[in-house]
């Protein structure tokens, strides 16, 4: 990081919120050391793997079997909806990594951030699939 007080240390905080928010893990969680951190996690994980990293309780199922999210890793995952949730997830880890950018010049703004989201918002709301 720096010394320097930006905006853009904003977006990074913004970027490893989203991913704690996303992986259920914290960047202080042990299994974390020098060489991997929370962000190098999500990044080597995608897109491939994306749904792997995410949080279990996203696809934890609700009284009415219906999951959270909409995906039921065994049955949903091949439906529409469940593939268009899916890349929804795997494009919101990606602006949280884009955010946590170790250097500054490689984040986003947080209006880029903010567009971003809503396209990712319509896009699973609205069932485009342009993300």
């Known amino acids: 990081?720096?010394?320097?007080?930006?905006t853009f240390g904003d977006v990074y905080s913004y970027g490893i919120l989203i991913?704690?928010?996303?992986?259920?893990?914290?960047?202080?969680?042990?299994?974390f050391n020098d060489s991997v951190?929370?962000?190098n996690f999500a990044k080597m994980a995608l897109p491939e793997q994306g749904a792997s990293v995410a949080d279990p309780t996203l696809f934890q199922q609700s009284e009415n079997g219906e999951a959270s999210l909409g995906i039921n890793?065994?049955?949903n995952q091949n439906s529409i909806e469940g593939q268009r949730i899916e890349e929804c997830l795997i494009s919101i880890l990606k602006v949280g990594i884009t955010c946590s950018e170790e250097l500054m010049r490689d984040r986003p703004s947080m209006n880029e951030?903010?567009?971003?989201?809503h396209v990712i918002k319509n896009a699973l709301l609205g069932g485009t699939t342009a993300l």
């Open 1 to 6: 990081m720096g010394n320097e007080v930006s």
């Open 19 to 31: 991913l704690e928010i996303f992986t259920g893990k914290r960047p202080t969680d042990n299994m």
């Open 73 to 75: 890793k065994t049955t």
């Open 113 to 117: 951030v903010v567009a971003q989201l």
């Open 37 to 39: 951190s929370l962000h």
